[in-house]
C-alpha cells in the first residue's frame, strides 16, 4: 500500500485508541470515585448503628421502669439516628450512582436502608406493660441491629476492595482502632451513658410532677371559682 495512504490510517487507528483509552481511564476514575463516597457513607452509617447497640445495650442492664428506657430510645433514634434526613437521601443517590456497575449490590443496599428506617421508626410502647413482652420485642430489635451491622461490614469490606487495595486496608485498620478505642474505654463510656440515663430520668420525673403540679391547680382554681359562683 501506498505510504500517503498508509499513514492517514495510522492516524485515524492510533487518535481513535487514544480515545477509547481516554473513555476507559474516564470510566475507571468516575466509578473509582463514586464508590470511594459510597464507602465513606457507609461507615458513617454503621458508626451510628454501632452507637446505637452500645446505648441500647448498656441502659437496659440499669432501668426499672421500661416505659422510661422506651421514651428515651425513641427519642434517641428519632432525634440521632439517621439525621439530618439528607443523609438518608445522599446516600440514596450514591447508591444509584453506583447501580449502574453493581446492580445486585445496590438494590441489596436499598433494602438495608429501608430495614434501617423502619428501625428508627418502630415504636414499642404498646409492649411496656408487659416485661416478658417487651423483653422479646427487644431482642429482636437488636438482632436486628446486629444483622444491619453485619451486612454494612460485608458491603464496606466488598467497595473498599473494589476502590483499591490501599483503601481495603485502611478501612479495616480503622475499623480495628475504632474497636480497640471502645474496649479500651469501655468503663469511661458506660460510667458516662449510665449518667446521662439518670439526668434523663431526673428531668422525666420533673416533668411529670410538673404535669401533675399544674393539674392540681387548674382543678383547684375551678373549684375557687365554683365556689365563687355558689356565693355570688
Sequence with gaps: MDEKYLWPLVGVALGWALSLVSAV???????????????????????????????????????????????????????????????????RKVIDDVSGYYPVQALSLHGLVDTLLKNKNASFANSVKSHELYIHVLSVYEVGLDWAERQLDRNIRSFSGKHGVTTYLLVQWNL?????????????????????????????QVGRRTGGDSGSSQKSKSGQDGASDETA
Excluded at 468516575?30 to 457513607?41: F, S, T
Design 176 to 204: 480495628h482502632r475504632r474497636s480497640q478505642a471502645f474496649e479500651k474505654n469501655k468503663d469511661f463510656y458506660e460510667k458516662s451513658l449510665s449518667e446521662t440515663w439518670a439526668g434523663f430520668r431526673g428531668l422525666s
Design 25 to 91: 481511564v474516564k470510566d475507571r476514575g468516575d466509578r473509582r470515585r463514586q464508590v470511594g463516597v459510597l464507602v465513606a457513607k457507609l461507615l458513617l452509617v454503621r458508626e451510628q448503628v454501632v452507637t446505637l447497640k452500645r446505648v441500647v445495650e448498656t441502659v437496659k442492664d440499669r432501668v426499672d421502669d421500661w416505659a422510661e428506657f422506651e421514651t428515651m430510645r425513641r427519642s434517641i433514634t428519632q432525634r440521632h439516628f439517621l439525621e439530618p434526613a439528607s443523609h438518608v437521601e445522599s446516600l
